[in-house]
């Protein structure tokens, strides 16, 4: 669960509130119960700096080649044609 910041316009509470991203915001103030609570913009809990971060933090050595998939045979078998499918003979009775 995220921690929001809070702030009151009346008295000058300032609060962090944790709570749910599907709750409503809260509104009234814990210290005054006036209706002047709201949510504060704050930065961010982290900073990515420089250049080419990705790089030094998943760096894990070198780069393994990728497999080398066997070829798939083209060999085909011939069917002698006096084997392969004909009209059947006979006749029928």
Same mark, same amino acid.
């Given at each position: 669960?995220?921690?929001? *910041? &809070? !702030? ?14 599907? $709750? *409503? /915001?809260?509104?009234?103030? /814990? ?7 709201t949510k504060q913009l704050t930065a961010a809990?982290?900073?990515? #700096?420089?250049?080419?971060? &990705? ?5 894990? !050595? /070198? #780069?393994?080649?990728d497999s080398v998939k066997p070829e798939a #045979?083209? $060999? *085909?078998?011939?069917? /002698? @044609?006096?084997? @392969?499918?004909?009209? @059947?003979? !006979?006749? @029928?009775?």
């Amino acid at each position: 669960m995220p921690i929001y *910041a &809070y !702030g009151c316009s009346s008295c000058g509470l300032q609060k962090d509130v944790l709570q749910k991203i599907s $709750d *409503a /915001p809260l509104s009234t103030c /814990p210290e005054c119960g006036k209706q002047t609570f709201t949510k504060q913009l704050t930065a961010a809990g982290f900073q990515l #700096k420089g250049s080419g971060y &990705y790089v030094t933090d998943f760096k894990g !050595g /070198p #780069k393994k080649p990728d497999s080398v998939k066997p070829e798939a #045979k083209t $060999d *085909a078998v011939a069917v /002698p @044609a006096s084997t @392969a499918s004909s009209p @059947a003979t !006979g006749s @029928a009775t």
